[in-house]
Nanobody
Framework: QLQASGGGLVQAGGSLKLSCAPSRKISGVNVRGWYRQAPGKERELVAV???????NYEDSVKGRFTISRDIAKNTVFLQMDSLKPEDTAVYLCNTKTVYGKVYWGQGTLVTVSS
């Protein structure tokens, strides 16, 4: 349902921008977010953006990551700056609707070398 892209290999201190768009229109979108899962660790929430534009971030990425959206293109972005090796993970986008449905993207791998 969701197509995520933009991952890759980057050196510490570098930047990447992830994108996530639905393969077809999703009605009633309420919350859009990015999660990540590192090897051997549980999935964690990185950033969310609500319908009213309010954003929230996991503490370790505050000031470095920015979530945004293009409403016309129904796309959500995650700008990641000052990347650290501990940011290495598979990043997954997520959409929740007012009807209680949850959609996940396939994930995009971000690798940060030291």
């Amino acid at each position: 349902q969701l197509q995520a892209s933009g991952g890759g290999l980057v050196q510490a201190g570098g930047s990447l921008k992830l994108s996530c768009a639905p393969s077809r229109k999703i009605s009633g979108v309420n919350v859009r977010g990015w999660y990540r899962q590192a090897p051997g660790k549980e999935r964690e929430l990185v950033a969310v953006i609500l319908n009213n534009g309010i954003t929230n971030y996991e503490d370790s990425v505050k000031g470095r990551f920015t979530i945004s959206r293009d409403i016309a293109k129904n796309t959500v972005f995650l700008q990641m700056d000052s990347l650290k090796p501990e940011d290495t993970a598979v990043y997954l986008c997520n959409t929740k609707t007012v009807y209680g449905k949850v959609y996940w993207g396939q994930g995009t791998l971000v690798t940060v070398s030291s």
